[in-house]
């Protein structure tokens, strides 16, 4: 008997129990099915890079009330508009912050002392760029062929 017996011999067996044949295709048909589903979702959702240039850099903004400090919720455009023109106010709100806290620590230093304003000022801008160099150093001393082989 070979494989052309054995296969004639599995065919009679299914064709005696037709119920079992349906039940069992209708699973394999289901099973395929859950698993087109599921991949289709992770290759969307997983594997394939959002359609954005540097779709890496992306970030979520969200703010919160004062009543309710444990919520967070979008934010508004007029809002994200307002802290977008806002950016320099807040880097210099920021650096009065950083005065005052100086000003706290050292003895003699006012708030607005304009020295003091200026050295923060630079201290922020060095660290900015420091920032941006080591990175940019490591970066520049990679084998590009090397690199695009890792990822």
Request: aromatic residues 6%; proline residues 5%.
């Amino acid at each position: 008997m070979g494989v052309l017996g054995d296969v004639r011999y599995a065919l009679r067996s299914l064709a005696r129990t037709p119920g079992f044949v349906a039940v069992a295709l209708l699973t394999i048909a289901l099973g395929i099915g859950a698993n087109t589903a599921v991949f289709s979702v992770v290759d969307a959702v997983l594997l394939r890079p959002l359609p954005y240039a540097d779709s890496d850099r992306l970030i979520a903004i969200q703010e919160t009330d004062r009543r309710s400090p444990n919520q967070w919720h979008e934010v508004s455009y007029p809002n994200f508009l307002d802290w977008q023109r806002g950016t320099v106010a807040i880097g210099i709100v920021a650096g009065l912050a950083l005065t005052g806290v100086l000003s706290g620590l050292i003895y003699g230093l006012s708030r607005t002392d304009p020295a003091t304003f200026a050295s923060v000022a630079g201290l922020v801008a060095v660290v900015a760029v420091v920032a941006c160099l080591i990175p940019a150093r490591a970066a520049t001393r990679l084998d590009p062929v090397a690199a695009l082989r890792t990822e």
